[in-house]
């Protein structure tokens, strides 16, 4: 079907597959309450409301359609058995990758939904989201995919921030451009980036910015290597301050992004980047990619 269908038959297939789809939806609602914590006379006016969609789900207009799937998606966020939840993720994020894009679309609705109305309890599964995600980036350059996937980092920083951060600092050096657009992600929302700013700032004033690493052979001198954990960091504070969107919250933390970042300077003169780190520069260069500087 996906081969030989007509211009007009990814509605169709996405109305038909949506109509039994809401159907199913409000007979497993229905028949496990007890799953989400509701008795099971309970009444749910949202999960009611399914059997009445299914006219609206064989209409052809797109957006029509895409109501319907935001419907749909607000009552399987809200009751989905928890044991099937990360499963239902990981398989939307896979969605995103979707040549049809109204499939990708549908895709980042639920995605979006779980996120918002179910996020709080995925803390343990922050890292293999994120790695789900970031490898979805790698297999599309697609503008709306990427936005989607932007979406999903920042509703999951929103509830675990530490978490999100810890994860995205641990990413390989030199970024590549898919982290940097999940760090930039974090960036547009004032308070949020405020909250990411000084977790970066107490990563760099908290670790020490380089080791001496003395040579055995008589008359050399010491070297000192940089850190990873400061360098991810100052290099995460590069991405998040330029997205213009940041402006209020680095204004608001002018005077200790100035201060640390001023204080960074001073660290890294005469320090070297870790070999491993130097190797894969040089190697992207090779390639004839554009470099991203290590440098703060």
Not at 145 to 172: D, E, F, G, M, T
Not at 174 to 182: I, V
Request: charge should be positive; aromatic fraction near 4%; include cysteine.
């Amino acid at each position: 079907l996906r081969h030989g269908r007509s211009a007009r038959a990814p509605k169709d297939l996405w109305g038909l597959a949506c109509a039994p789809c809401s159907l199913d939806t409000k007979s497993l609602c229905c028949s496990s309450p007890a799953h989400t914590g509701f008795a099971r006379d309970h009444r749910d006016e949202s999960v009611e409301k399914l059997k009445a969609m299914k006219p609206g789900l064989r209409d052809p207009d797109v957006n029509t359609l895409f109501q319907a799937c935001c419907s749909i998606a607000k009552v399987i966020a809200k009751r989905l058995p928890p044991d099937q939840l990360l499963s239902l993720l990981l398989t939307m994020l896979e969605g995103l990758a979707d040549p049809d894009r109204n499939c990708s679309r549908a895709a980042t609705v639920m995605i979006n939904s779980l996120l918002k109305e179910r996020g709080a309890v995925l803390l343990e599964k922050v890292p293999e989201i994120l790695a789900v995600v970031h490898a979805k980036l790698q297999e599309v350059d697609q503008e709306h995919v990427w936005k989607a996937a932007q979406q999903a980092v920042y509703i999951l920083a929103s509830q675990h921030r530490v978490v999100v951060v810890s994860s995205l600092l641990n990413s390989p050096l030199p970024l590549d451009s898919c982290t940097c657009a999940l760090w930039r992600a974090l960036a547009p929302d004032p308070t949020l980036a405020s909250q990411v700013l000084e977790l970066l700032l107490e990563k760099i004033n908290r670790d020490v910015p380089y080791k001496e690493n003395k040579s055995f052979l008589r008359g050399s001198t010491s070297e000192r290597v940089a850190t990873f954990l400061p360098l991810s960091a100052t290099c995460a504070l590069h991405e998040l301050m330029s997205v213009p969107e940041s402006g209020p919250a680095v204004v608001g933390l002018y005077a200790e992004l100035f201060v640390t970042l001023l204080l960074r300077v001073s660290c890294t003169v005469g320090v070297q980047l870790p070999k491993g780190l130097l190797s894969k520069e040089r190697k992207t260069l090779g390639r004839g990619q554009p470099p991203r500087t290590l440098d703060p």
